[in-house]
């Protein structure tokens, strides 16, 4: 079967597609776009976190033939998403990406063999400064939910971050690193408003 | 495999007429696991999110009109007066990227025990409205369950929406799981308190071959509260009934030993949990009662 | 064939990074990662690339009557179908010290899951429904679960006619190791004894759950050979027991190290390597294979479940006299690295205490159970759980405070361990206590707010199952001490190339080892000590690969300190080359260059009073200067196998735990408020990394205590809960605070006196919290994960 959906702001089409292959699979193996991480694919883990209308959701419980028209934000697209919104641009992922913006993630990566240049969104700067990274499986399906949370909860508590982040499992940091990430990228946002 | 994909209601009935054993599809969270782990692999996958109907609910006079796939997202952020015992269930389902995408239809369809909608639903008193191309019926959810993972839906039917009566008094939702977020049921319990009927009911989860109602546990709390005067005097329950009510409920229980508990403390947690519920309900009906009458 | 995407590629930081060591420099592959351009093994692709699928036993114990794989050959799409008849050499074994794995099953099936046979085909999903085709008829047998089936008269031998080098002194086949121990009198300590107590101790069958599956792509060479792109720990091992069964000498066996999603000794062992390049020879197309989470339970050994039989003694004012004690370790069906397991295990059971006159026994068994190895900690985190129960029985039969207790008879620097073993380096263990008890405690009833509880901060979370009720409060301590690096006479190296350079005018090092950096942040350390030891900003990271020397192992909590000490040793290599350089160049200008003791530092040679002789760019212009060399840690020896006796180990890490939990009582549900630690690190070359390593430490050990097991049909020796629905790992609800006190007490043996920290918070976390839910409940709790079951009477 053959799926058309957008996929951070660009038009994209999956041909072949397998009726039983979920979007996180698609996005992978399909489209290039492998920062979706396929750690459980029984959405208990949360790696695959993607946007789906604005949404975040387990992108391998989302079956390929569902997106069919509808827009996904991938942590690819996450600095330009978040660009978009403190420009006061569509936050919510449900709306159309002007073709200038379509070519902005993928253009992105000054020099992506340092990395050191990229432009980053809040918490994904603050996942780098906090600690929050070590082997990095989980760090693009957290991103993405937390990102998310601090849209909806630019204050939240630690309680709040916990259960906006309890899909999310990680193996490696015990967590507290990801919390102080959290709350730096909430104060750096909150200053910057 | 071949995937459907709907683009209304009526053309979703139309499919599943044609292909009985077509597996409907909406959150997904229930059946792409199934298929991720090559536990399934049905003939016809039956996407339903094309059907917006299905995402909506209305509030009526008497009760809650729930599309099938609304989210349990929005159960909990939308209808915690209306539905509380239903929201507080909704708020206990996996986590929050799985709350955005499941809703009560997949609960009902799947018809697992572990299903956290159910004991609300069975507390609340629900009636499932199923459609086929053969016409639209509701059935009573005490009448839904039919066997372990097992419901009353004919092959040909589809889940359109749950009817549940608005709350009118105290509800409450608990749930054992041995992790603080993100779990399964080792076992649940809904209850509602019904003041206009002077009526309680109860629903129990993972803990019998299908959801239960403790109906001996019911009949005896409506008995001893009308015996006693609570629903006048407003007292505190006395301890005795309260344990009684607990005993009943576990005694409705007819669990297993699985890897996710034994049998013994499944029932032992189902008490547990209808004496803390039937305390904070209390307690709450009691507040209220006092509100208003401090208010006349 | 062209790199398949996801080839890994050298990382350059350093024009916004500076810091040497003991600053909290930023991973250099942090921006890949939060991106998420950082390429994973599972993220490899490669035009024309097979999918390939592994059919495993669905019984634990039984012979293999026929293998018919024509239906799955005849599939369209599918390339090749491979059993144990296609191999292509007679080595069709593997294994880390006893060559007893499989590749694929011969004749006979030992656990539940073991691979039996292969497909390659276009798409995972025909691979599947190939791989569900081939059929295979089982013969099946009784399974041996425990020590007693094990060790019976008539017990079925797990492996017979075994020759490995454990074979002869062991006193059953289906024993993989023994290790006694035996010093001082217990007999005499044990009549000066006023208190005994006795314990039989359970520890439950843990996984590693790293969340990055096993997974990897076989790219066939036109030399004949392959490039396994792969997630490991250790690529030359490796690639030590791939190359004879694949057939080929090791330098047609390219291994590169792709990313890796968390290891903690799940990927010591191989799973699916062989497998990858036998179908990428087979078929001539490069081969992926990406665990799922299901198969992933399957596809790598677990922590040893263990019985421990532990008897201590102590006078009435508080002093250990003896102990006693058995440590049976389940090794399941290969043996994997139980033979260091039982190692670890019997040599550190006495914990950082002084006791002299021990009597120590432990065994790994063959079973038909899940195969148990390497995880972060092993044996040590076993011992740890049951010395540490018997401390607070003790204290409390004594009537004396338990940390009090432990103080009063915690090990120090020159104490003997029971193998004779002098603890030559500080051994802080009483001030570590002293540390963790002073922590200001967190507050009572925080779960109070004013519109009510919030459940999110009580046992049982958003699952509204307590508002307060039942719930009471409990504090436990604990500390535990974990060998560091490669123990009994293993010849434990690593190897560094460090080459210096000018580009564009900057000089610049890179760092290239075999390192698995699996999340620990090895690769920042290396920059650090570049910085550090050769005075540049810039440091370009070369991707591992065996392209040079062995690493060792990411594990045993010995990557800093083995190949981090490499990296140094071949930094000053490099740094003695280019002072010659520069004394060539430029020694006739400046006669300190001939007199004085030299440093590289700001990208300069400065003299040790601080003179600066000239620019790095200048001395190394048109120059390259590359060293590789191997480096070891102190030489250790095998433990006596009667008397256990012998310096076994090289350093020793400490931790110490207070654990702060409330438990619904009535439930049986615990929520862990607080886990607050003080460990030693020595030295913290790179504060940030190391509160990471131990926070997550604690983390697995939180896991461990109340939820984390593998479920074993004693009957049947199937897994139960093969998946994160009913494996359940902790989330960030379930993971209290986890404040850290780091003492920085140097040991001069070690490069920077830095000490290995990964696997001690592992240890006393777990006993912690077990202590502490003890004194909330006040029941005895003997075994570990404890479930509601266990603190409802209920079980």
């Known amino acids: ?193 | ?296 | 064939m062209a790199s398949p995407s996801g080839t890994p590629t050298k990382i350059t930081q350093g024009s916004q990074t500076k810091g040497g060591i003991g600053e909290s420099t930023l991973r250099p592959d942090g921006t890949l990662k939060v991106t998420g351009e950082f390429a994973y093994s599972s993220d490899m692709w490669h035009e024309d690339m097979l999918w390939g699928q592994i059919l495993r036993s669905t019984v634990a114990h039984a012979e293999i009557v026929s293998i018919d794989t024509s239906e799955a050959l005849a599939t369209p799409g599918v390339y090749a179908v491979m059993t144990y008849d296609d191999l292509p050499t007679d080595v069709k074994n593997y294994g880390l010290e006893i060559q007893d794995t499989p590749v694929l099953a011969h004749g006979k099936v030992r656990h539940h899951g073991e691979p039996v046979a292969l497909v390659a085909a276009d798409h995972p999903e025909t691979a599947r429904r190939a791989a569900a085709k081939i059929k295979v008829d089982y013969r099946e047998l009784p399974v041996i679960t425990d020590e007693a089936s094990a060790t019976a008269p008539d017990a079925l031998l797990v492996h017979e006619n075994r020759d490995d080098h454990h074979a002869g002194h062991v006193p059953h086949p289906n024993i993989v190791h023994r290790q006694p121990i035996v010093r001082g009198d217990v007999a005499a300590a044990r009549e000066r004894a006023d208190v005994i107590v006795t314990g039989e101790y359970t520890f439950g069958m843990q996984d590693q759950a790293f969340l990055g599956p096993e997974s990897g792509l076989a790219v066939p060479e036109e030399d004949g050979g392959v490039h396994l792109y792969i997630a490991t720990q250790w690529l030359h091992s490796d690639l030590r027991q791939m190359a004879p069964v694949l057939g080929l000498p090791e330098d047609k066996v390219r291994m590169t190290l792709s990313g890796v999603g968390g290891a903690f000794g799940g990927r010591e062992d191989l799973s699916m390597q062989i497998h990858a390049c036998l179908l990428a020879l087979r078929t001539g197309k490069p081969v992926k294979i990406v665990y799922n989470r299901f198969e992933s339970f399957f596809g790598h050994v677990h922590r040893h479940p263990a019985k421990l039989y532990y008897e201590h003694g102590a006078t009435k004012d508080g002093k250990l006299t003896h102990l006693k004690c058995r440590i049976v370790l389940d090794g399941g069906a290969y043996a994997s690295a139980s033979p260091a397991v039982v190692g670890n295990a019997s040599s550190l059971s006495v914990g950082p205490y002084v006791v002299e006159d021990v009597d120590i026994e432990a065994i790994a068994l063959y079973t038909n159970n899940p195969p148990c190895g390497a995880m972060r900690g092993f044996g040590a985190v076993q011992a740890c759980f049951a010395y540490e129960a018997q401390m607070d029985k003790l204290a409390a039969k004594l009537g004396m405070d338990p940390v009090e207790f432990r103080r009063l008879n915690a090990m120090e620097q020159g104490t003997l361990l029971p193998t004779g073993q002098p603890v030559d380096s500080p051994a802080p263990v009483a001030e570590l206590l002293r540390r963790v008890k002073a922590m200001p405690m967190p507050p009572e009833r925080q779960w109070e707010s004013s519109e009510g509880a919030d459940v999110r901060q009580l046992p049982g979370g958003l699952s509204n199952t307590t508002h307060g009720e039942g719930v009471v409060r409990g504090v436990g301590y604990a500390v535990g001490i974990k060998n560091v690096g490669f123990s009994e006479g293993f010849d434990d190296y690593s190897t560094a190339k460090v080459r210096m350079e000018v580009v564009a005018g900057e000089p610049v090092a890179t760092v290239h080892t075999a390192m698995a950096e699996v999340g620990q942040g090895g690769v920042t350390v290396h920059a650090q000590i570049a910085r550090t030891e050769l005075g540049v900003t810039q440091v370009t990271i070369h991707p591992a690969d065996t392209q040079v020397g062995s690493a060792g192992s990411t594990s045993a909590s010995r990557q800093t300190y083995v190949t981090g000490g490499a990296v140094k040793n071949s930094c000053e290599l490099v740094r003695e080359k280019v002072l010659e350089i520069g004394r060539r160049k430029f020694g006739s200008y400046h006669p300190a260059w001939a007199t004085a003791e030299l440093l590289l530092e700001g990208g300069k040679v400065v003299t040790d009073a601080g003179e600066v002789l000239g620019d790095l760019a200048d001395v190394l212009e048109g120059e390259t200067v590359e060293v590789e060399a191997e480096w070891r840690h102190r030489p250790t020896e095998p433990f006596d196998l009667r008397t256990g006796q012998g310096n076994g180990h090289v350093q020793y890490s400490f931790a110490a735990h207070r654990a702060v939990v409330e438990v619904d009582t009535e439930l049986g549900l615990v929520k862990v408020i607080e886990l607050a630690c003080a460990q030693d690190v020595g030295k913290a070359l790179n504060p940030l990394s190391v509160l990471g390593q131990i926070q997550g430490g604690t983390t697995q050990g939180l896991g461990v205590a109340v939820m984390e097991e593998i479920v074993v049909d004693p009957k049947t020796a199937k897994v139960k809960n093969p998946s994160f629905t009913d494996y359940l790992i902790p989330t960030i609800l379930d993971t209290p605070t986890i404040p850290v006190d780091v003492l920085e007490l140097a040991d001069e043996h070690a490069p920077y006196g830095l000490r290995g920290i990964g696997e001690a918070p592992t240890l006393s976390s777990t006993p912690a919290v077990l202590a502490a839910i003890r004194a909330a409940t006040g029941l005895e709790l003997n075994r570990t994960p404890v479930r509601p079951e266990h603190l409802t009477g209920t079980a």
């Not at chain 1, 002007?98 to 980053?120: F, R, V």
């Not at chain 2, 969270?29 to 109907?53: A, K, S, W």
């Not at chain 2, 929406?161 to 939702?173: L, S």
């Open chain 1, 1 to 193: 079967m053959r799926v058309n959906f957008t996929v951070n702001g660009r038009p994209q089409e999956a041909d072949d597609v397998w009726e039983g292959e979920s979007l996180l699979y698609v996005l992978r193996e399909r489209l290039g776009l492998p920062g979706s991480k396929n750690a459980c694919e029984q959405g208990e883990c949360g790696s695959c976190t993607v946007r789906l209308d604005g949404v975040p959701v387990c992108s391998c419980l989302v079956a390929a033939g569902q997106v069919e028209g509808r827009e996904v934000v991938t942590v690819e697209g996450l600095a330009d998403f978040a660009k978009q919104r403190a420009e006061g641009g569509c936050a919510s992922g449900a709306c159309g990406t002007s073709s200038q913006n379509a070519q902005g993630w993928d253009a992105k990566g000054s020099d992506s063999q340092t990395g050191e240049g990229t432009e980053l969104s809040t918490i994904q700067q603050a996942f780098i400064d906090a600690g929050a990274v070590q082997c990095g499986f989980c760090t693009p399906g957290l991103l993405v939910a937390a990102d998310e949370m601090l849209e909806r909860n630019p204050n939240p508590s630690d309680a709040d971050i916990r259960e906006a982040l309890s899909g999310n499992l990680c193996r490696c940091t015990g967590y507290e690193k990801i919390m102080d990430a959290v709350r730096l990228a909430a104060a750096r946002q909150s200053e910057a408003v």
């Open chain 2, 1 to 296: 495999m071949d995937f459907l994909r709907p683009a209304s209601w009526e053309e979703a009935l139309a499919a599943k007429a044609e292909h009985p054993t077509a597996v409907p599809i909406a959150g997904g969270t229930d059946v792409m696991v199934e298929i991720n782990f090559d536990h399934r692999r049905p003939e016809y996958l039956l996407d339903l999110n094309r059907i917006g109907d299905l995402c909506e609910w209305e509030v009526g006079e008497e009760s809650v009109r729930l599309g099938a796939s609304v989210p349990y997202t929005k159960i909990m952020e939308n209808l915690r007066a209306e539905l509380p015992g239903l929201a507080l269930a909704s708020h206990t389902v996996a986590s929050p990227q799985i709350r955005n995408r499941g809703g009560v239809g997949g609960n009902l369809g799947t018809a697992s025990p572990a299903g956290d909608a159910h004991p609300a639903l069975l507390a609340a008193g629900a009636e499932v409205e199923v459609e086929s191309v053969r016409g639209s019926r509701r059935i009573p959810i005490d009448a839904f369950y039919t066997g372990v993972k097992r419901n009353a839906l004919a092959a040909d039917e589809l889940i359109r929406a749950v009817h549940v009566k608005k709350a009118d008094g105290p509800q409450q939702f608990s749930k054992v799981g041995t992790r603080n977020a993100m779990v399964i049921a080792v076992c649940a319990f809904g209850l509602a308190l019904h003041p206009e009927t002077r009526t309680v009911r109860t629903g129990i989860g993972s803990a019998a071959p299908t959801p239960v109602r403790a109906k001996a546990a019911e009949e005896f709390l409506t008995a001893a509260l009308e015996e006693g005067g609570f629903w006048d005097n407003g007292q505190i329950i006395t301890p005795s009934v309260a344990k009684q009510f607990a005993n009943l409920c576990s005694a409705a229980c007819n669990p297993i030993d699985d890897v996710r508990g034994t049998a013994s403390y499944r029932r032992h947690a189902v008490g547990v949990m209808a004496r803390r519920t039937l305390t904070w309900t209390w307690e709450s009906y009691r507040g209220a009662r006092r509100l208003t009458e401090g208010a006349a």
